[in-house]
C-alpha cells in the first residue's frame, strides 16, 4: 500500500487546481458525450475498475489524466460511467499511441497510485475495433 | 417513433414478472463485478448510450435481455456502468455468437424499442481483445 504523504500529490498537480472549476466542468460535459471517432479500424482501451472507499486524491487525478490524455498524439475519444463498477474507454488510432500513453511519466504516477491505493480491483483490455454502428 | 400501447410490451414478458425481484437482484449483484473473461484472443461489444426521458419499459426488458445474453452460447461475460451516458460491454468467444446474438428474435424486438423509444443515441463498436491485464 502506499505509504507517502496525500498533501505532496497537491503538488504535483498544483498548476492545475487553479482551474479546478473549469475542469470538472469540461469533464462534466464530455462525460455525458459518445465519443466521436472515425471509421473502423481503430483501438479501444477497455478500463472497468472497483475503487476503495474514500477519494484520496483520485477525483483529482481522474481529471488530470482526462486532460492529459485528449493531449496525447493518436488519442480519439474517451467514454466513462461508474456506478459501483466504473468502465472507462479511450479510444486510439494505433497500438503505438496506447503504449506511449502507458508509458506517460504523469500516467505513470497514476497508475502506480491506483493499484496501491484507488482501485481494489480492475482489468484493462485493449482491443480493436473492427466494426461501429449507431444512431 | 413508436406509437404503439406501451402495456403490450408487459404481455411479451410476462413469463419474467413473476420472478421481477429475483432478476433485479441478480443483476444488481451482476453489474457490480469485473468479468471474468477467457486469455484473449475473444470479442467485446462496446454499447454506448444517451436515454430518452422515462423508464417506458426499459428497466424490464435491460434484465430480460442480461438474462437471455448470458444464455447464448459464446457468451463470456458483461460489464455495465451508467450516469448520464451508459456503457454496456459484453464479451463473446466469436463474430458468429455476437452476430446470432443480435438476430436474437426478443433482442430484436429489444433493439426496434431501443431505436425508437429508450435511447436518443447510441453507438455500437465490435472489437477484438487482443491483450489484457490487471489486478
Redesign the interface.
Known amino acids: 500500500m502506499f505509504s507517502g504523504d496525500f498533501s505532496t500529490l497537491k503538488g504535483i498537480f498544483e498548476a492545475d487546481l487553479s482551474k479546478e472549476h473549469t475542469t470538472v466542468y469540461q469533464i462534466e460535459g464530455a462525460?455525458?458525450?459518445?465519443?466521436t471517432?472515425p471509421n473502423?479500424p481503430y483501438y479501444?482501451v477497455?478500463f472497468?475498475?472497483?475503487r476503495t472507499e474514500g477519494d484520496h486524491g483520485y477525483a483529482e487525478m481522474a481529471d488530470r489524466m482526462l486532460d492529459l490524455a485528449t493531449e496525447q498524439q493518436g488519442f480519439l475519444g474517451f467514454?466513462?460511467?461508474?456506478?459501483?463498477?466504473?468502465?472507462t474507454?479511450s479510444y486510439w488510432d494505433s497500438l503505438e499511441a496506447i503504449s506511449n500513453w502507458k508509458k506517460h511519466s504523469e500516467h505513470l504516477i497514476a497508475q502506480k497510485l491506483g493499484?496501491e491505493i484507488w482501485?481494489s480491483?480492475?482489468?484493462?483490455?485493449?482491443?480493436?475495433?473492427?466494426?461501429?454502428?449507431?444512431?
Chains 1, 2 share one sequence.
Open positions: 462525460m455525458a458525450k459518445i465519443a471517432t473502423p479501444a477497455i472497468t475498475s472497483l467514454e466513462s460511467a461508474r456506478n459501483e463498477l466504473g468502465i474507454v493499484h482501485y480491483k480492475f482489468k484493462v483490455r485493449i482491443s480493436k475495433v473492427e466494426r461501429d454502428y449507431g444512431i
